[in-house]
C-alpha cells in the first residue's frame, strides 16, 4: 500500500452525525465540519467526513501523547501484532535494506523502556518535539481496517537547537472496542536517507 | 599550552594526547596530506562492482571519487569524481553501470576507466592534449579477500603488506556467509560534528560500553531476564583482549575469532576490527569513516549480508543491526551524544588542553609478528591509532 493508491472509502458520506469513535470525538467533531466544507466546495466528492475527522482526531491524540512524551500511553495505541517502521529512503526493501527503524512490538516497547530508563543519553535532555499533522485522507479500507495517509511535520528542539523531519505517514488502524487500534504505522521522512545524527525521538 | 601543529609534540611519551588533534584544521589539512595521501584508504566492496561498468560514488579521506569496474577491461579503478575542464562533478549517483561519465556542465566524455573520450564543439582546442585530460586515476588500486583499496601515492608497501596481521581478520570476515558477504543493503549514514578519529577510537572502546550503552543493557536485562554478561565479560574474561596489530591496526576479540559467530545480540563477529585510518568492523556492520572537516564527520554503517544464507537469515542481521545502531538505534546515538558531542562540548574548555590515553600501558604484553596485547577494556587500540598516525604525519612532513 502506497500513499499514492486510489480512496476506497465510501462515496458521498458527508453527513456529521456526532458519531466518531473513541477518544478524543469532540476534536473529531470540529475537523468533520471543516472537512464536510471542503467536499462540499467539490475538492474531494468521496470524502467520507466522519470517519476521516474520527482518524485524524486519533492521529492527533497519538501526536499529543508523543509531544507530551506519555511513552506507555502512546505504546498502549499499538496493537499486540503491531509494525512501526521508518524506512531509510523512497525505494526501500525492509526485506533486503537498512531502514532507520522497522520494530514489532517487543521492540518498540524496549525503546520506551529506553527512553524511560534515565540513562538515554540522546535524549538526555529530551528532545521539545510538536506533530503538526495535515492532508489527512483514507486510502484504504479492508476488513474494517482504515488506511489512513497522512503528512506531519514534526519540529524538534533540543539542547538550543532546531531541527525539523517532514513525513509522509501510512497508518493502519483496526477498530477495537469503541476505538481505534495501530496495526501499522510506516512514516516515509523526506530526509530518511540522508546523514542524520539522532532521530532517537518517536516520530 | 597554544596549539601547536608539531605531530611528535602532540602525544607524550606517557599517552597523553593534545586536544587540537582533534579540533585543529591545520593538523586536519596535514592528515588530508600526509595521512590519508600514504595510506591505502577503503573505497568498496567487490559486492557493490560485479558486473562490467558498475560504479560506486564514494569518498577517498575528503576527496570524492568514483570506484568502477571497467567497461571494457572489467578491472577497478578509482577516478577522481571531477571534470577536468572546469571542475564538475561527472556523476552524481550514488551507483549504477555506464560506460562512460558525461560532464553535465559542457559535455565533456569519460571512458568509465578514465581517460577523456570526447570533447563538445572541439575545433576550439586546436593544441590540447587530451590523453592528459582524462579522469585523474588514483594511481594504486588492489583488493584483499573483496575488500577494495585505493592509494593516492605511486609507490609504498603493498596492500598485503600494508594490512599485515588484519589480514587474517579480514579473512573471516570474508567468510561469514557460507558464499562470502555482500554489501546490498545500503547502509546507515550518520553525521556529528567533531572529529574523525574519534569514531574510529570508539569502535573499540570496550570501557565505554557500560557507561555510554547503560540503557541498551537494560534493554537486554529484560530481553534475557537478567544481567547480560557484556561487562562483566570486558572487564574479567581473558580470552577478552584488545591487540595492537601494527600498522595502525587493532582489533578487540571476544570469542573465538576463528569460528564465526558470537551469538550475541549486537551482531555475528567475534571481534571488532580497526583497519588503520578509517574502516571498522563491528558486529555485522562494514563501518566507514569519512573525514569531512575537523569538526565535521560522515560515516557509513554497511550491514554485510551473508552471501548463500536465507533471506530470513539476512533479514534477522538487518534487524539486529537497526536495534543498535543508525541515528534511530538504541545504542549508536548515544555515541554520538556522548562521545562525539559531549566530548566537543568539554574540548572547548583549552586552557588544559590533553587526554589521557594510559589506559592499562603497563599491561601490554608482546605476541607474535610484534603485536601487542592487553585487556579488553584497555586503551590498546587507541595507542595503536595513534603510533601510526604519529608515524604518517612525520613521514609526510
Not at chain 1, 497508518?171 to 530526509?191: D, M, Q, T, W, Y
Not at chain 2, 561469514?176 to 578519529?197: C, D, F, V
Request: with cysteine; hydrophobic share 40%; glycine share 10%.
Amino acid at each position: 500500500m502506497s500513499a499514492g493508491e486510489t480512496a476506497v472509502s465510501a462515496a458521498g458520506q458527508v453527513a456529521v452525525d456526532g458519531g466518531a469513535a473513541g477518544a478524543g470525538a469532540k476534536e473529531a467533531n470540529a475537523a468533520g465540519a471543516a472537512a464536510a466544507g471542503v467536499a462540499a466546495a467539490g475538492a474531494a466528492p468521496t470524502f467520507d467526513a466522519v470517519r476521516t475527522a474520527e482518524a485524524a482526531a486519533f492521529l492527533y491524540l497519538e501526536a499529543e501523547l508523543l509531544d507530551d512524551r506519555r511513552f506507555d500511553e502512546w505504546l498502549g495505541l499499538y496493537s499486540q501484532d503491531a509494525v512501526y517502521w521508518i524506512p531509510q529512503g523512497p525505494d526501500a526493501d525492509p526485506r533486503r535494506q537498512v531502514q532507520l527503524m522497522l520494530d514489532d512490538r517487543r521492540r518498540l516497547a524496549e525503546r520506551v523502556l529506553r527512553l524511560r530508563s534515565g540513562h538515554a543519553y540522546s535524549q538526555d535532555p529530551p528532545s521539545r518535539t510538536a506533530h503538526l499533522i495535515g492532508n489527512v485522507r483514507i486510502v484504504g479500507e479492508a476488513d474494517g481496517v482504515l488506511t489512513v495517509a497522512s503528512v506531519q511535520l514534526i519540529t524538534e528542539m533540543r539542547k538550543g537547537r532546531q531541527a525539523q523531519y517532514t513525513a509522509r505517514v501510512l497508518h493502519e488502524l483496526a477498530p477495537v472496542e469503541g476505538r481505534f487500534s495501530i496495526r501499522r504505522k510506516e512514516a516515509r521522512l523526506v530526509n530518511g536517507d540522508v546523514p542524520l545524527g539522532n532521530v532517537t525521538f518517536l516520530i | 599550552m597554544s596549539t601547536t601543529a608539531d605531530p611528535p609534540a602532540l602525544i607524550t611519551d606517557d599517552w597523553r594526547i593534545h586536544g587540537s588533534v582533534y579540533t585543529s584544521d591545520q593538523i586536519f589539512e596535514r592528515e588530508q596530506q600526509a595521512l590519508f595521501h600514504g595510506s591505502w584508504l577503503y573505497v568498496a566492496h567487490e559486492s557493490e562492482l560485479r558486473e562490467a561498468g558498475d560504479y560506486k560514488t564514494t569518498h577517498a579521506g575528503t576527496q570524492p571519487v568514483i570506484v568502477t569496474r571497467g567497461a571494457d577491461d572489467g578491472e577497478l579503478h578509482v577516478l577522481l569524481n571531477r571534470c577536468r575542464h572546469r571542475g564538475a562533478a561527472v556523476c552524481q549517483a550514488e551507483r549504477g553501470n555506464a560506460s562512460f561519465f558525461r560532464c553535465p556542465y559542457h559535455g565533456w566524455t569519460y571512458r568509465n576507466d578514465g581517460p577523456l573520450r570526447g570533447i563538445t564543439y572541439d575545433d576550439a582546442y586546436p593544441h590540447l592534449d587530451r590523453d592528459a585530460l582524462g579522469l585523474v586515476r588514483l594511481p594504486r588500486v588492489a583488493s584483499f579477500r573483496g575488500f577494495i583499496f585505493a592509494s593516492f601515492a605511486a609507490e609504498g608497501d603493498s596492500l598485503e603488506d600494508y594490512l599485515g596481521n588484519a589480514k587474517p581478520y579480514l579473512e573471516v570476515i570474508s567468510e561469514q556467509g557460507p558464499e562470502g558477504i555482500r554489501l546490498s543493503a545500503g547502509a546507515h549514514n550518520l553525521t556529528y560534528e567533531n572529529n574523525w578519529k574519534l569514531q574510529v577510537e570508539n569502535t573499540i572502546d570496550n570501557y565505554h560500553f557500560g557507561f555510554v550503552h547503560r540503557s541498551f543493557l537494560e534493554v537486554l536485562a529484560d530481553r534475557i531476564g537478567q544481567a547480560p554478561p557484556i561487562m562483566q565479560s570486558i572487564m574479567l574474561d581473558e580470552s577478552y583482549r584488545t591487540i595492537d596489530l601494527g600498522n595502525g591496526h587493532s582489533v578487540h576479540e571476544f570469542g573465538d575469532p576463528r569460528t564465526g559467530n558470537n551469538g550475541g545480540q549486537l551482531g555475528d563477529l567475534p571481534f571488532n576490527l580497526i583497519v588503520f585510518p578509517n574502516l571498522c568492523f563491528v558486529g555485522a556492520q562494514l563501518r566507514h569513516v569519512l573525514p569531512k572537516s575537523a569538526l565535521r564527520t560522515e560515516v557509513r554503517l554497511y550491514p554485510m549480508l551473508h552471501e548463500g544464507a536465507s533471506d530470513e537469515h539476512n533479514e534477522r542481521i538487518l534487524r539486529t543491526h537497526e536495534g543498535f545502531y543508525g541515528p534511530a538505534g538504541m545504542g549508536g546515538p548515544d555515541d554520538v551524544e556522548v562521545a562525539f558531542d559531549r566530548v566537543g562540548d568539554g574540548m572547548r574548555a583549552t586552557e588544559h588542553d590533553w587526554l589521557v590515553m594510559s589506559r592499562g600501558m603497563h599491561r601490554e604484553r608482546p605476541g607474535e609478528n610484534g603485536i601487542l596485547i592487553g585487556h579488553s577494556a584497555d586503551e590498546v587500540p587507541q595507542r595503536a591509532f595513534y603510533r601510526q598516525w604519529k608515524r604518517s604525519m612525520e613521514a609526510g612532513r
